[in-house]
């Protein structure tokens, strides 16, 4: 099983840019997905969160400006970030809990994508 993060990149500030995260190999299929950040010498923070359901909730930083969203059919997930600020420079992952096997879940088990990172000039 893998996690494929892409779309990060240099952007200034109030401008936009779309994460996105694949999940591939024996992926049956994936409960919740999160987006986490992790910023130069700052610990790993939660973004945004969605369930297998499409519940979301976001951290208080981003309220308003992310939008998380996720395709259960194509095993991905995206968020959209609008309104970017410097403090949004940071280095993007993707998680998901995923039920490992191809026609049930042998097991359950978190993986992380590789980071993306996202630069906000100002």
């Known amino acids: 099983v893998q996690l494929q993060a892409s779309g990060g990149g240099l952007v200034q500030t109030g401008g936009s840019l779309r994460l996105s995260c694949a999940a591939s190999g024996s992926v049956y299929s994936a409960n919740n997905m999160a987006w986490y950040r992790q910023a130069p010498g700052k610990q790993r923070e939660t973004v945004a969160r969605?369930?297998?359901?499409?519940?979301?909730d976001y951290a208080d930083s981003v309220q308003g400006r992310f939008t998380i969203a996720r395709d259960n059919a194509k095993k991905t997930m995206w968020m959209q970030m609008n309104n970017l600020k410097p403090e949004d420079t940071a280095v993007y992952y993707c998680n998901a809990d995923v039920g490992v096997g191809n026609s049930y879940a042998n097991s359950w088990r978190s993986y992380w994508g590789q980071g993306t990172l996202v630069t906000v000039s100002s």
């Open positions: 969605i369930t297998h359901e499409g519940n979301t």
